[in-house]
């Protein structure tokens, strides 16, 4: 299992975009629609094969006939960083060992992507919404191959909870991911042209 792309949800994909281009000094690209779950999003090419995502509830797209991923439905108050996403090769044998509540496979699609992302029936991943997504990526394009690079790079993402030990023990060691004892929150710290930035 490796870190795929971090998520900064709002209100609004306008306000999910400037939160995250605010705290990077850097200009998202346009990305498109998901109309299984009737949100948009805008995408931030990062170092390494990684991307940032702004995502939103589309208000031009149909109510969904199933609740939307990322917990969005309930999405309220000022933009920030709401969910990471890691890629896995099995989404299927991953989902056997990890906690009830991470989702079942849905196949998506937008342009030439594919991928298969494990959504949970009421949309709220485990631990509070912050057990990592899970996606598996069919074929070899990946988002961060279409997108320019902004030059920056993570360098950590925190992802803190009260029972932050436990969550860390259900998933392993994972490259540049920290987990720490504390209240609710997800922290991701950047290296960028203009030094070393935050975003929450």
Known sequence: MLLDHLAVAGETLEE????????LGVQLQDGGKHERFGTHNRLLGLRDGLYL??????????????ARWFDL???EGSPRLSNWICRVSDIEASLSVFPDGVGQPVDL???AL?????VPPNGRLPFDNLFPALIQWQGDLHPAQMLQNSGCQLRRL???HPDALD??????ALDRVVFDT???ALRAEFDTAHGLRVLE
Do not use: T
């Open 16 to 23: 999910a975009s400037a939160h995250i281009e605010q705290a």
């Open 53 to 66: 995502e702004a995502i939103s509830v589309d208000p031009q797209a149909e109510v969904p006939q199933r």
């Open 73 to 75: 439905d309930r999405f």
């Open 109 to 111: 699609g937008r342009g």
């Open 114 to 118: 594919r991928w298969r992302m494990a």
């Open 158 to 160: 925190i992802v803190c």
């Open 167 to 172: 969550l860390a023990k259900s998933l392993g």
């Open 182 to 184: 504390g209240p609710v």
